[in-house]
């Protein structure tokens, strides 16, 4: 009887490891993601960012969070999840600047 329930436990105990061990964490991304909300705001700051680039920059960034919740919806982001995140955080990053470093400022008009 004890070696039946002994078994019980550890069959229970392997079934439970894999929920504990599901990793939802995104560290890299979240720290990105907070680097780069702080590039867009000194753009705002300093006027390199004009109220229409500040927009589409905001709205990237949504998406980017947007796909990261979905990535964490069934409880483990994968290796191609975490991908397609950093890709995205990339061509974020590389429009940030883009737009920081344009001829366009908060105070001249829009081209």
């Known amino acids: 009887m004890k070696s039946v329930k002994l078994v019980s436990?550890?069959?229970a105990t392997l079934f439970a490891i894999p929920v504990f061990a599901q990793n939802t964490n995104t560290p890299n991304i979240d720290?990105?993601?907070e680097n780069q909300q702080k590039?867009?705001?000194?753009?705002?700051?300093?006027?390199?960012?004009?109220?229409?680039?500040?927009?589409?920059l905001e709205k990237r960034e949504a998406k980017?969070?947007?796909?990261?919740?979905?990535?964490k919806?069934?409880?483990?982001?994968t290796k191609k999840e975490r991908a397609k995140l950093e890709h995205e955080e990339n061509r974020a990053s590389k429009k940030?600047?883009?737009k920081k470093h344009n001829a366009r400022t908060a105070s001249s008009p829009a081209q």
């Not at 919806?73 to 982001?77: I, L, Q, S």
């Open 73 to 77: 919806a069934d409880g483990k982001v």
């Open 96 to 98: 940030i600047y883009a």
């Open 9 to 11: 436990v550890l069959v």
């Open 64 to 71: 980017i969070e947007t796909d990261k919740e979905a990535a």
């Open 31 to 33: 720290k990105r993601q």
């Open 39 to 56: 590039r867009v705001a000194n753009g705002v700051n300093s006027g390199a960012l004009t109220a229409q680039e500040t927009a589409n």
